[in-house]
């Protein structure tokens, strides 16, 4: 939730420094890539929220956290490359895209042996 805010907020610092009202979508480049950034961040946060919640359920909870952190700092560093510049996302991209693969194998494993278990 933090980070959701942290994001927001950034959006509508942008809004202001730049003069793009609401509920424009367009304007200055750096607008758009703040905008552009937090709304990317959005849509993958309830696929980590689920994938985060079933691992840590089913698998252990310490390790989905672990995975969980390194996601959040991930999708931060990836929300401050991409507010600077388009290239600036890729390599934090890539980091939480494994790090959701992950804590789907972590779900799939812990859902595996809590429904297969004789």
Known sequence: VLFSAYFAMQVIYA????????????????????FRAQANCSEYFPIFISLLWVAGIFFHQGVAAACGLLYLYSRLRYFQGYAGAARGRLGPLYASAWLLWGLLGLAVAGLLAHFLRP
Not at 21 to 32: D, I, K, L, N, Q
């Open 15 to 34: 809004r202001r420094k730049y003069k793009v009202s609401p509920p424009e979508t367009t304007g200055h480049p750096e607008f758009e890539r703040t």
